[in-house]
């Protein structure tokens, strides 16, 4: 059966001109979401689960702790659903790693600064701020306690644009070293045209770096299924910012043509990885950031990042979102040592991330786009993912 098929201009035209955001229209059926509890975290404090599903079989389910999307289950081209997104069925799992170095990060909100601050420094306004060195010698994802790990205030609604969950946390002044208390509202909705919204919103009452993403690992074939070296990915990037070997971004725009890194044309992603090549070398493999193209004047709207697509499954994901860049990682940390949902141990490049953002390292490369939120200004940025198979 074929449920769907994939039309980028759709997505584009209807996130563009879409109906109210959700953030918007607040709660009217929240019976619609079922709610019920994850587990609890050490302090004694509750983490809930949040489970909804849209009109064609796709359901998902957010735990307010890290504002994690600990399942998402879509049709393959036979109508059979999987979950698609690597993780672990109860809080302990997502718990017992938190606080380790390797901790995945699988489907969790990342901030304040998604993504990697050189030396775990920088200066704003004449004053330098020093943050965890939790990445060897940078700072990775918000630090030792990211918004990963943090428990979020929760909203469930159902309205005419879709069901899903409101998010939100106060970051205090201070907290992991960025200035500022800041307040950030997710919003997760989850549409019947088969697309989740993801949208941000920060504001700030002191000027700080903000660069937030969503970091769910995904397998299209279904989570514990094996390699994702043979989905074929597209990403509409004409340049991919190259780094040096902790993983920094070097500075330099680089045109992604005769490179292992144009995915301009859909191409496997393991067709190249083995390529004599220092960024592979360094990544190792994919962990870059691709410099989306962006029409010019279409600066905050929704642009087309990312396609891919399960050539067994039939599953197609295609991601759209406000943001310069993209951060696409093959999942080359994962070694084995985690099992999931399924049973099964996630190997190497099971799994990949698409983190929609700003640059890595902004705050310190005068070049890139700003990442810095001055108070009363309002952060706002939207990445739509949508599902079909054919
Ligand atoms: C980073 C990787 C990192 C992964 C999990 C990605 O966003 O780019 O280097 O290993 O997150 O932490």
């Excluded at 390797?102 to 920088?122: D, K, T, V």
Aim: negative net charge; hydrophobic residues 30%.
């Amino acid at each position: 059966m074929k449920w769907m098929i994939a039309s980028a201009p759709w997505v584009l035209a209807a996130a563009i001109s879409g109906p109210a955001l959700a953030a918007d229209n607040p709660a009217s059926m929240t019976d619609a979401v079922k709610t019920s509890v994850f587990g609890t975290l050490p302090d004694g404090r509750e983490a809930r689960l949040y489970r909804f599903s849209n009109a064609h079989g796709v359901e998902m389910a957010v735990t307010n702790y890290g504002g994690i999307i600990v399942s998402l289950r879509t049709p393959d081209s036979d109508g059979d659903v999987d979950d698609i997104v690597l993780g672990f069925d109860s809080l302990d799992g997502y718990l017992s790693r938190a606080y380790q170095t390797s901790n995945p990060y699988f489907g969790a909100l990342i901030g304040r600064y998604g993504n990697r601050i050189a030396g775990g420094e920088f200066t704003l306004d004449g004053k330098t701020y020093t943050l965890a060195k939790n990445n060897g010698p940078n700072h990775l994802h918000g630090g030792n306690k990211g918004f990963n790990q943090v428990l979020w205030d929760a909203k469930p609604f159902s309205n005419d644009t879709g069901t899903g969950v409101i998010l939100s946390y106060t970051s205090a002044d201070g907290e992991e070293g960025y200035p500022g208390k800041m307040d950030v509202t997710v919003t997760y909705t989850l549409s019947d045209q088969d697309t989740l919204s993801v949208e941000y919103n920060a504001t700030t009452t002191k000027a700080t770096p903000v660069n937030l993403t969503q970091h769910s690992y995904f397998n299209l074939e279904g989570e514990g299924s094996g390699s994702i070296l043979d989905h074929r990915l597209m990403i509409n990037a004409d340049a991919f910012t190259p780094v040096d070997k902790t993983l920094i971004p070097t500075g330099e725009i680089r045109p992604v043509k005769g490179t292992p890194f144009d995915f301009r044309e859909a191409t496997a992603i393991g067709k190249r990885i083995n390529d004599d090549n220092t960024q592979l070398e360094y990544g190792p493999g994919y962990d870059h950031n691709f410099v989306l193209n962006r029409p010019d004047g279409s600066d905050g709207e929704l642009v087309l990042a990312a396609r891919v697509t399960e050539p067994d499954s039939g599953r197609i994901l295609e991601i759209a979102t406000t943001e310069p860049g993209i951060q696409f990682y093959s999942g080359n940390f994962l070694d084995g040592t985690l099992t999931g949902k399924s049973g099964r141990a996630y190997g190497r490049r099971n799994g990949f991330a698409l983190e929609s953002q700003h640059f890595p390292d902004s705050p310190n490369q005068k070049d890139f786009p700003s990442t810095i939120l001055e108070p009363g200004d309002t952060y706002h940025t939207r990445t739509v993912y949508t599902f079909s198979a054919r």
